[in-house]
C-alpha cells in the first residue's frame, strides 16, 4: 500500500524559497502521477502543480496558473521523492501543502483522480 510523507514546510518571508518533497514508500508502480496540492485557511484545496512519473514529454509537467515561473516540480530519482521548488513565495503561498499520488495517465485531472495522500507539510510565508 502506498503511502506519501510531506516534508519541507516552514516559515519563510516574501521573496524567499523553499523547497518541499514528497517521499513514498510502499508500491508506487501503478501510480503515475505525484501532484502537488494546498489549502489555504478558509478557501477551497488548489492542485498547485503535477509531474508525470512516466513520461518525460513537455508536457509532463503541469502548474497553475498563479505559481508558473516561480515553482518547479522535480523528481529526484535517487532520493525518490518529488520534489517542490519554490521561489520568489507571496503571501498567497500560504497554506498546507499535500502532495498526493493518481494512477491517471496525464496531468490536468482534479483532485477527484488522486487517491493516496500524504497528511500535509505547512508552509507559511510571513515577514
Known amino acids: 500500500q502506498l503511502q506519501l510523507v510531506e516534508s519541507g514546510g516552514d516559515l519563510v518571508q516574501p521573496g524567499g524559497s523553499l523547497r518541499l518533497s514528497c517521499a513514498p514508500s510502499?508500491?508506487?508502480?501503478?501510480?503515475?502521477?505525484i501532484s502537488w496540492f494546498r489549502q489555504a485557511p478558509g478557501k477551497e484545496r488548489e492542485q498547485v502543480s503535477c509531474i508525470n512519473l512516466i513520461s518525460d514529454s513537455p508536457d509532463s509537467v503541469w502548474y497553475k496558473d498563479s505559481v508558473k515561473g516561480r515553482f518547479t516540480i522535480a523528481r529526484d530519482s535517487a532520493k525518490n521523492t518529488v520534489q517542490l521548488q519554490m521561489n520568489t513565495v507571496a503571501l498567497e503561498d500560504t497554506a498546507v501543502y499535500y502532495c498526493a499520488a493518481s494512477t491517471w495517465p496525464r496531468c490536468g485531472v482534479v483532485a477527484a483522480y488522486f487517491d493516496v495522500w500524504g497528511q500535509g507539510t505547512q508552509v507559511t510565508v510571513s515577514s
Open positions: 510502499g508500491a508506487i508502480v501503478d501510480y503515475k502521477l
